[in-house]
């Protein structure tokens, strides 16, 4: 089994800035995409970034230029340093992997519990 865990939420002020982790334990051949999705009061989970396994990046239009992802691929964790946050940016923040367990089998995508991200203003 895999299990990903993220830390590094809390409360920050608007214009201030936070950096994620999410860490990924257990039976584990590889990892490929890795990605952050977050999820406001009363709607629904919304994509964030993604990092793949050759580096690229992709984010969501709200984030571009705020947000960078990167990852550790031999600690299996991905970074959300999220700069100049704002009041909509408040959410719960989850990471999510695509894991190989076993060469040759399907990889599986896996969730984190969520951290939450308060901005003020």
């Known amino acids: 089994q895999v299990q990903l865990v993220e830390s590094g939420g809390g409360l920050v002020q608007d214009g201030g800035s936070l950096r994620l982790s999410c860490a990924a334990s257990g039976s584990i051949f590889s990892i490929g995409a890795m990605d952050w999705y977050r999820q406001a009061p009363g709607k629904q989970r919304e994509y964030v970034a993604t990092?793949?396994?050759?580096?690229?990046?992709n984010y969501a239009d709200s984030v571009k230029g705020r947000f960078a992802i990167s990852r550790d691929s031999a600690k299996n964790t991905v970074y959300l340093q999220m700069n100049s946050l704002k009041p909509e940016d408040t959410a719960v923040y989850y990471c999510s992997m695509v894991v190989t367990i076993t060469s040759g089998r399907a990889a599986v995508r896996y969730w984190g519990q969520g951290t939450q991200v308060t901005v003020s203003s």
């Open positions: 990092i793949n396994s050759g580096l690229i990046t």
